[in-house]
């Protein structure tokens, strides 16, 4: 009798024994096994490289296809640190960063010479050659891409939204699209003194500090 219960109790451990091994299979499946879901932007519109959704080329790759190439710093436009100084934050969240030269390791050309060659003046948030009689292709009257320029495409005013950072609209914030400096220029605006455009000077004019927020 005694052996009998011990054989049924022998059993009933190894059959425990299984289901557990097998739950503990299927739960373990059921985590590395499925496909991962896309990262969300948090409650503030920022994705999980520390900028706008919208604006990271890192969860949006068509970025750097449609936004073209920067001639000027040698990569594409929707990764250009130096024209767009928010994505240092998405670069260092990605640990590409140089430390040393204040740039992305991909980007700094101190780090890599070979960069310089993929340089092409005249391409995208460029001027115009000093020398050229007209603006180099792709550029508009105001110096830079057309398809950046919002004196050109006003439509971009509107489409690019408002740059709550600088109280400005987007497709005009000179500050977040350093290339900006160039059309403002040619249109005249500009403001020697505090190197920014005079329209949006708020020490040559207070009154722009009143003005409605998130309006362009």
């Not at 960063?97 to 460029?126: A, D, F, I, R, Y």
């Not at 914030?173 to 505090?194: I, M, N, S």
Request: contains cysteine; glycine residues 10%.
């Amino acid at each position: 009798m005694n052996v009998k219960l011990w054989i049924v109790g022998t059993m009933i451990a190894a059959i425990s024994l299984v289901s557990a091994c097998e739950k503990k299979q299927a739960d373990g499946g059921s985590k590395g096994g499925t496909t991962p879901t896309a990262a969300k932007a948090d409650a503030t519109g920022r994705c999980p490289h520390e900028i706008k959704q919208e604006k990271c080329p890192f969860c949006n790759p068509g970025l750097v296809d449609s936004e073209g190439f920067c001639g000027e710093h040698g990569v594409a436009e929707a990764l250009c640190v130096q024209c767009r100084p928010y994505l240092k934050a998405a670069f260092r969240a990605k640990g590409d960063w140089c430390k040393e030269h204040e740039m992305p390791e991909s980007q700094c050309v101190q780090c890599n010479p070979e960069l310089k060659e993929k340089m092409k003046p005249g391409e995208h948030g460029t001027t115009a050659p000093a020398t050229a009689g007209t603006p180099a292709a792709g550029q508009c009257e105001h110096g830079i891409a057309q398809t950046k320029c919002p004196f050109c495409t006003p439509s971009l005013i509107e489409s690019d939204g408002f740059c709550k950072e600088h109280d400005v609209a987007e497709a005009l914030c000179v500050k977040c699209r350093p290339y900006l400096e160039a059309a403002f220029k040619a249109k005249g605006d500009w403001c020697k003194e505090h190197s920014t455009p005079e329209s949006q000077c708020v020490e040559c004019n207070p009154d722009l500090k009143n003005k409605p927020k998130g309006k362009g």
